[in-house]
């Protein structure tokens, strides 16, 4: 959550920029008749509403404050693991079990697992289990390419940073060969794990879509002010600067791109990737 002095200066560099372009438009000498033409007519007023409502959106973030954090309770049980399913924190088992339990899991060491580390031949070790892979190789939505790179090896914690709660519970078990004895998690492991529980039970890889919806509102008042300035400005000066506002549009669009490309966005693989 922003500090209200970040949002009160949020809201007046907003308006600032609003009322540079209206500044620009004004001053522009012959503006009054690329107003006149439907698209410049569009383009203005679309900019200025734009700009209008991304300062009422910040003010109202200033004012009434941005969603707090969904806190869960903290885990004091080894037997439970904080995840995340489309975003939504969840506590769940860190092993679930198999359709057959009744029978005792083999024991393995990583030697032994990390012998399993071709194509055909596909082992990871998940939270100490071992689980052989070789049939869903060809399967996997990523490719076969990190699948290969983590062969017999631990993929921990590639998998919970990659994966959503369901595939542990649904998928993995199928998977499961045994356990591996001599599983050992490195001290900067363990801190790094634990970080990442933390975030976990905030509650912070829950997207607030409210941050978008500015964020939406400020690439669509720099295109639109931008495209007017560019196509129907009448001085060098206003066309440069509808340039250079371009250019920030496609600069600041990369940030989203960013978060669509890691499913960051709506944590649904299929939606992030259409939307990008």
């Given at each position: 959550?922003?500090?209200?002095?970040?949002?009160?200066?949020?809201?007046s560099?907003?308006?600032c920029?609003?009322?540079?372009?209206?500044?620009?438009?004004?001053?522009?000498?012959?503006?009054?008749?690329?107003?006149?033409?439907?698209?410049?007519?569009i383009?203005?007023?679309?900019?200025?509403?734009?700009?209008?409502?991304?300062?009422a959106?910040?003010a109202?973030?200033?004012?009434?404050?941005?969603?707090?954090?969904?806190?869960?309770?903290?885990?004091?049980?080894?037997k439970?693991?904080?995840?995340?399913?489309?975003?939504?924190?969840k506590?769940?088992?860190?092993?679930?079990?198999?359709?057959?339990?009744?029978?005792?899991?083999?024991?393995?060491?990583?030697?032994?697992?990390?012998?399993?580390?071709k194509?055909?031949?596909l082992?990871?070790?998940?939270?100490?289990?071992?689980?052989?892979?070789?049939?869903y190789?060809?399967?996997?939505?990523?490719?076969?390419?990190?699948?290969?790179?983590?062969?017999?090896?631990?993929?921990?914690?590639?998998?919970?940073?990659?994966?959503?709660?369901?595939v542990?519970?649904?998928?993995?078990?199928?998977?499961?060969?045994?356990?591996?004895?001599?599983?050992?998690?490195?001290?900067?492991?363990?801190?790094?794990?634990?970080?990442?529980?933390?975030?976990?039970?905030?509650?912070?890889?829950?997207?607030d879509?409210?941050?978008?919806?500015?964020?939406?509102?400020?690439?669509?008042?720099?295109?639109?002010?931008?495209?007017?300035?560019?196509?129907?400005?009448?001085?060098?000066?206003?066309?440069?600067?509808?340039a250079?506002?371009?250019?920030?549009?496609?600069?600041?669009?990369?940030?989203?791109?960013?978060?669509?490309?890691?499913?960051?966005?709506?944590?649904?693989?299929?939606k992030?990737?259409?939307?990008g």
């Open positions: 959550m922003l500090p209200k002095s970040h949002l009160l200066g949020a809201v560099c907003a308006g920029v609003v009322a540079v372009f209206a500044g620009a438009v004004q001053q522009d000498g012959d503006s009054e008749a690329a107003q006149e033409s439907y698209g410049g007519f383009l203005c007023w679309g900019a200025i509403m734009c700009g209008v409502s991304l300062v959106q910040l109202v973030s200033c004012v009434w404050g941005e969603t707090a954090e969904k806190e869960l309770e903290a885990n004091e049980d080894s439970l693991v904080f995840r995340e399913d489309e975003g939504v924190s506590l769940v088992p860190l092993v679930h079990e198999r359709k057959d339990a009744s029978t005792p899991l083999k024991k393995y060491t990583m030697k032994e697992v990390a012998e399993h580390n194509r055909s031949d082992w990871i070790v998940v939270d100490g289990f071992a689980y052989d892979v070789t049939n190789v060809d399967k996997h939505p990523g490719g076969i390419l990190p699948m290969e790179n983590m062969a017999g090896k631990d993929c921990t914690d590639v998998l919970a940073n990659y994966h959503a709660a369901r542990f519970k649904h998928m993995l078990p199928a998977f499961l060969v045994g356990e591996v004895s001599d599983y050992t998690v490195f001290p900067h492991v363990a801190d790094f794990r634990a970080v990442r529980q933390e975030l976990l039970r905030r509650g912070l890889y829950e997207t879509m409210r941050f978008y919806a500015k964020m939406g509102t400020w690439y669509a008042f720099l295109l639109t002010s931008s495209l007017y300035l560019s196509l129907y400005g009448q001085q060098a000066v206003t066309r440069m600067v509808g250079i506002g371009i250019g920030l549009f496609w600069q600041q669009l990369a940030g989203l791109g960013h978060d669509l490309g890691h499913s960051g966005v709506t944590h649904v693989f299929m992030d990737h259409l939307i």
